[in-house]
């Protein structure tokens, strides 16, 4: 939840005051070309990012509230793992903090597909592995809110299939879920969508109804066309 | 403050310095070899040995453990796994205590290994205890280590980093007495010394190499030291920030 949210990064206003809300339970996807605002917003909800000015509640709380810092989990678009350690060492390292147990480190390498590679050196990992590893931290104490700030990117179409499908699950067992992406097609796997542009929302609502406003049965032509039908209004 | 995010913390310093043996070759390498050739150099003068090479093997491990400290903390930070850390559970305190242990413990390694060497190989005499030199060496990689974790907090790259030990740690070690007595130096320079938190870690070694024991002043020192440590680690905890532009 969200209400005139204004942040500045380098001199220069990224979000002019935004207001949204997310529902819990749900993937949302929040897509727009690079420059959108995307991360800002990602960090803002994150509680670490200075805001200039406007509220958000996440949980029922402030966020970046210390109480909610068991409870949310951030994923940076660069894998914020140790690149000196092995993947479980990562996992345990994370874990302690978290407080939780040896048994789940093994659940979340299974649930990222890293079994094969856990004992490995993360810096000898590729791209699309390391930051599996990465997201695999951010499951480890069961989040109820998980901010993904571009976990496909560089990853070939299989595995961004099977990543979709487990943010689908996690959804299914009460995570929300907030997944940004600048590829369109991605919007599909959403049952929300929140399209940024410029800092700005120019869309806020279901891929059904993206579909039906724009009559456009592809999402990447109906964000052109939405984007086409704003620009003749204004 | 949670005790097991702090030894979490440790362990995991400890880890990342295992992956890296050439580094912990390098800290207790490096020492060795330049007392060796201390001893070398002051060949015809022993005193001059004894009155250098003591106080130098307890101030090396504050040079070794500045230097590593900032460039990991560097690390931490550009990584960006610093800000997972700080979107965690995790107090500041945590994390600092933890690098705190994790290089106490590699400087009591390194202190034992560059005396023990120093003290019966080389031939090394000081006045008082070498146990207390060695005590001294692990307080004095402490101050070293909180100094390397304030100085990363202003480096942006890794060359900004190496940079700050010829620009912080050098001038302290000029003028804290161990080449030049202070009481030689120009007044404004040994005023300065005085503001400077190497002289006082000189000043309790030097105590015991050639008086033979820390006495009363050489206690302040100590805690002077001691104070100066957690000065810089509670500045290095403003720097740490959970919200950033």
Not at chain 2, 92 to 98: C, S, V, Y
């Amino acid at each position: 939840m969200i209400e005139g949210l204004e942040v500045d990064r380098g001199g220069r206003r990224v979000l002019p005051g935004i207001s949204l809300s997310i529902s819990a339970g749900t993937v949302t996807g929040l897509l727009g070309p690079s420059g959108s605002g995307k991360t800002t917003l990602i960090r803002a909800i994150a509680g670490v990012q200075i805001v200039a000015g406007g509220a958000i509640t996440v949980l029922g709380r402030p966020a970046g509230d210390p109480a909610l810092r068991p409870r949310v989990s951030y994923v940076t678009q660069a894998p914020s793992v140790y690149g000196d350690l092995t993947v479980r060492e990562n996992l345990r390292y994370f874990g302690r903090i978290l407080r939780v147990g040896e048994e789940r480190l093994e659940e979340v390498i299974a649930t990222v597909g890293l079994d094969d590679h856990a004992g490995q050196v993360v810096n000898t990992l590729s791209g699309g592995q390391r930051s599996r590893a990465s997201l695999a931290a951010a499951l480890l104490n069961r989040p109820e809110l998980l901010l993904l700030d571009e976990p496909t990117v560089g990853l070939d179409p299989v595995l961004r299939a099977s990543l979709w499908e487990m943010f689908g699950e996690l959804a299914a067992q009460g995570t929300t879920l907030l997944v940004s992406s600048h590829v369109m097609d991605e919007a599909a796997h959403c049952e929300g969508l929140l399209l940024l542009r410029e800092g700005r929302i120019v869309f806020d609502g279901t891929p059904d109804l993206l579909r039906e406003r724009t009559g456009s049965a592809d999402l990447s032509a109906a964000f052109l066309r939405l984007i086409e039908s704003r620009e003749r209004g204004a | 403050m949670s005790l097991q995010s702090t030894m979490a913390t440790a362990a995991r310093v400890l880890e990342q310095l295992r992956r890296d043996p050439r580094t912990i070759a390098l800290v207790i390498a490096v020492p060795l070899v330049l007392i060796a050739l201390l001893k070398w150099v002051f060949d015809g003068q022993p005193q001059t040995f004894d009155r250098i090479g003591g106080p130098l093997v307890g101030i090396f491990p504050l040079i070794s453990m500045f230097l590593v400290t900032s460039i990991t903390m560097l690390r931490e930070r550009v990584t960006g796994t610093l800000e997972r850390l700080m979107t965690m559970p995790l107090t500041k305190l945590d994390l600092l205590a933890g690098y705190g242990v994790a290089f106490a413990a590699l400087a009591t390694v390194q202190g034992v290994i560059v005396g023990a060497v120093s003290f019966l190989l080389l031939g090394l005499d000081v006045a008082g205890s070498e146990l207390a030199v060695i005590a001294l060496a692990v307080l004095n990689a402490v101050l070293g280590m909180a100094l390397g974790l304030l100085a990363s907090a202003f480096a942006r790259t890794e060359f900004q980093a190496v940079q700050f030990m010829p620009a912080l740690i050098l001038p302290q070690l000029l003028l804290c007495g161990l080449f030049v007595p202070r009481e030689q130096m120009a007044p404004t320079l040994e005023t300065l010394s005085w503001a400077l938190p190497m002289t006082y870690a000189y000043e309790a070694l030097e105590r015991v190499s050639t008086v033979g024991e820390l006495g009363a002043r050489g206690a302040l020192y100590t805690v002077i030291v001691a104070g100066a440590a957690l000065l810089s680690l509670a500045l290095a905890a403003l720097t740490l920030r959970r919200r950033t532009p």
